[in-house]
């Protein structure tokens, strides 16, 4: 079986420099290849649809109007941005509409903070399709190996939003793997990237949070291009003391990095949305829609939910009262009622200031109450449902198993990305775009193919 290469006996900033500096594109198995493709597929479909949110174009018309040289696609957008600037909006975008993956290991939204700011430099400086794959591969391993050595204080915890932080890091050493520096090099770009990523889950619900994936994918970048050009930076940041793990964790487990994902590699864990909202409303949702479909279940037929999840959930995705579509994401009790009324949770239109107004939701959503958990696992929902007759309900719900046909799973994000490219592109342009990423490992230059992206 093909795993990520050894970390070996050096520092830990040093070990995780190495193996990424070493992955090649020979490297990974079929199945890792099959879901870097998936994930790239999957967050410029859900960029092309970002690019015409407020937040988006906020961005780039402040990006815009400070100019600089034209070196690198912005998506959804007939325009050109210098590189670092293309990776901020385009990463700001992917995440606009929290459609994009996530994976557990981090916890965050790995491919949204790495591929922008992949994509950006095979934009400005041209690479191959393997070789962006395989950066991504790289920068995934690393985020999530960094991720499982500060959990749960970095997220759970203080609070940081690992998308910003731990995503900022991956985009470095994605980067670094993509430029084709050294261990030592890439160890540099991965202390650049330390001393300046940053993102509060506080801020979830807001455009910030967009925001913190394209900040992540800026500094990544940045950092790998200032590490080739000599910038100096200690090469054990994550490390040291008062590094990254000590000033962003109260839990500091550097052992966990030298354990081998299942499947040899971090990304085959990732999680691909097929709800328009935040990922832990994703068990709630789909125990919901199991029992709406039980007869004799409608709204008004439903006197009180009850959902027992993590503590976890609590401080990511309860605002318990929201007012606006972004908001809407990021409420427990107002997609859990969505779906058992029967809204469909994978539409983006259905996250509006008027589906967090409508009365029959507004009362449904205010039956739902919570038995929050500290043991519990994240992705893990029981959901028990009273009718109005007495009749007690129950649903059981793990979102966090990653698809194992793969077939199938491409399947379902071809269509998503139809969904959210061809009001964008138009059917045919969505459909050549598609067919170009599907072999995205062919194409010598993911320039010509990123030309396709524009709006």
């Not at 993956?101 to 916890?107: F, H, I, L, R, W």
């Not at 949204?112 to 700011?117: D, G, Y």
């Not at 807001?206 to 994936?213: E, G, M, N, V």
């Not at 318990?320 to 949770?345: D, Q, Y």
Request: negative net charge.
């Amino acid at each position: 079986m093909n795993v990520m290469p050894d970390i070996g006996a050096q520092g830990l900033t040093g070990r995780l420099a190495a193996a990424a500096a070493a992955l090649r594109w020979e490297d990974l198995p079929d199945s890792v290849r099959t879901v870097a493709r998936q994930a790239t597929l999957d967050t410029i479909g859900c960029a092309l649809a970002g690019a015409g949110e407020p937040l988006a174009d906020i961005l780039f018309a402040e990006l815009a109007e400070a100019g600089g040289a034209p070196q690198a696609d912005v998506i959804g957008r007939s325009a050109r941005l210098p590189a670092a600037a293309a990776a901020l909006a385009n990463g700001a975008a992917g995440h606009a509409l929290d459609f994009d993956d996530v994976n557990m290991g981090m916890p965050g939204h790995p491919s949204v903070a790495i591929l922008p700011a992949l994509l950006a430099l095979a934009s400005a400086r041209g690479a191959s399709g393997a070789a962006v794959l395989t950066a991504l591969v790289a920068g995934t391993e690393l985020a999530c190996r960094v991720g499982r050595t500060m959990a749960p204080g970095h997220y759970d915890g203080l609070g940081f939003h690992a998308t910003g932080t731990l995503g900022g890091l991956g985009a470095a050493a994605a980067c670094a793997n993509l430029l084709g520096l050294d261990a030592a090099r890439t160890a540099v770009a991965i202390g650049i990237a330390a001393t300046q990523v940053a993102g509060l889950k506080s801020m979830f619900g807001t455009d910030c949070k967009p925001l913190h994936a394209g900040a992540a994918a800026r500094t990544g970048l940045l950092a790998a291009r200032l590490a080739a050009r000599g910038f100096t930076a200690r090469t054990d940041a994550i490390e040291c003391a008062q590094g990254f793990a000590a000033t962003h964790s109260p839990d500091f487990h550097p052992t966990r990095a030298e354990e081998t994902a299942p499947g040899g590699f971090h990304i085959l864990a990732n999680l691909f949305k097929y709800h328009a909202a935040c990922y832990l409303t994703h068990a709630p949702i789909e125990a919901a829609r199991s029992l709406r479909t039980h007869p004799g279940v409608a709204p008004e037929r439903i006197a009180a939910v009850r959902l027992t999840l993590s503590e976890a959930c609590d401080r990511v995705c309860n605002i318990p009262t929201p007012r606006t579509g972004l908001e809407a994401k990021f409420s427990l009790r107002l997609t859990t009622a969505m779906a058992l009324a029967g809204v469909e949770t994978g539409a983006l239109a259905s996250y509006s200031e008027a589906t967090a107004a409508d009365p029959r939701l507004i009362a449904l959503r205010d039956k739902v109450e919570f038995d929050f958990r500290p043991d519990r696992t994240h992705t893990l929902a029981d959901l028990e449902l009273r009718l109005t007759d007495g009749t007690i309900l129950t649903a059981h719900h793990d979102s966090g198993v990653p698809a194992a046909d793969l077939a199938d799973q491409g399947r379902r994000l071809g269509v998503k990305f139809r969904a959210l490219a061809e009001p964008v592109l138009g059917a045919a342009r969505a459909d050549a775009l598609a067919v170009r990423l599907a072999a995205l490992e062919t194409e010598p230059d993911v320039g010509a193919v990123l030309a396709l992206c524009s709006g």
